[in-house]
T-cell receptor
Framework: QKEVEQNSGPLSVPEGAIASLNCTYS??????FFWYRQYSGKSPELIMS????GDKEDGRFTAQLNKASQYVSLLIRDSQPSDSATYLC??????????????FGAGTRLFVKA | GAGVSQSPRYKVAKRGQDVALRCDPI?????LFWYQQALGQGPEFLTY????????KSGLPSDRFFAERPEGSVSTLKIQRTQQEDSAVYLC????????????FGPGTRLTVT
């Protein structure tokens, strides 16, 4: 059973700080990695995708991928109270039929204190 | 343009009833995914379509669950003889690419089986 593991939190950071969210995955052959943000009572929203080792930056968000360690992280700089949400790590795996199966972690709850 | 839409947004069914949940993906999106999300958990993969072809249905929990996308656009998830354990939010997502890219989620259908 392929797995994606995240610390459920809650992770609490003060406004303006850097929030660091981590994720590990079990399938060494995974190729596509994503971070989604989910506000309470809402559906997930794609915020970052990463496909190769290293860092990818988009505004205040940086995704980091280390395939050797099977580790993905998300850094949120200058955290704002509006960043308070659950952050879901997701991994896409290609299956034999040519389709894709997406495995989500359970999510990390982030609270940014004003 | 319009995002992913789902209907109904809320559905209450008596145990044993059949239900049909509809998803309208973003126009032109090739891939369509269905997920089940329980409270406090990440979305659980149910099935994946590429155009009208159902390439993976390994996540469907039982043969009471059936999904179709006959013309490669709108999709329907049908649950026969609903059980209380089917109560969850059912999310639909679409992706422009063949499944390896990030996904855009609809608002979900909250199903309650009484």
């Amino acid at each position: 059973q392929k797995e994606v593991e995240q610390n459920s939190g809650p992770l609490s950071v003060p406004e303006g700080a850097i929030a660091s969210l981590n994720c590990t995955y079990s399938d060494r052959g995974s190729q596509s990695f994503f971070w989604y943000r989910q506000y309470s009572g809402k559906s997930p929203e794609l915020i970052m995708s990463i496909y190769s080792n290293g860092d990818k930056e988009d505004g205040r968000f940086t995704a980091q991928l280390n395939k050797a360690s099977q580790y993905v992280s998300l850094l949120i700089r200058d955290s704002q109270p509006s960043d308070s949400a659950t952050y879901l790590c997701a991994v896409n795996d290609e299956v034999r039929t040519g389709g894709f199966k997406t495995i989500f972690g359970a999510g990390t709850r982030l609270f940014v204190k004003a | 343009g319009a995002g992913v839409s789902q209907s109904p947004r809320y559905k209450v069914a008596k145990r044993g009833q059949d239900v049909a949940l509809r998803c309208d993906p973003i126009s032109g999106h090739v891939s369509l995914f269905w997920y089940q999300q329980a409270l406090g958990q990440g979305p659980e993969f149910l099935t994946y379509f590429q155009n009208e072809a159902q390439l993976d249905k390994s996540g469907l929990p039982s043969d009471r669950f059936f999904a179709e996308r006959p013309e490669g656009s709108v999709s329907t998830l049908k649950i026969q003889r609903t059980q209380q354990e089917d109560s969850a939010v059912y999310l639909c997502a679409s992706s422009y690419t063949g499944g390896s890219g990030g996904q855009y989620f609809g608002p979900g259908t909250r199903l309650t089986v009484t």
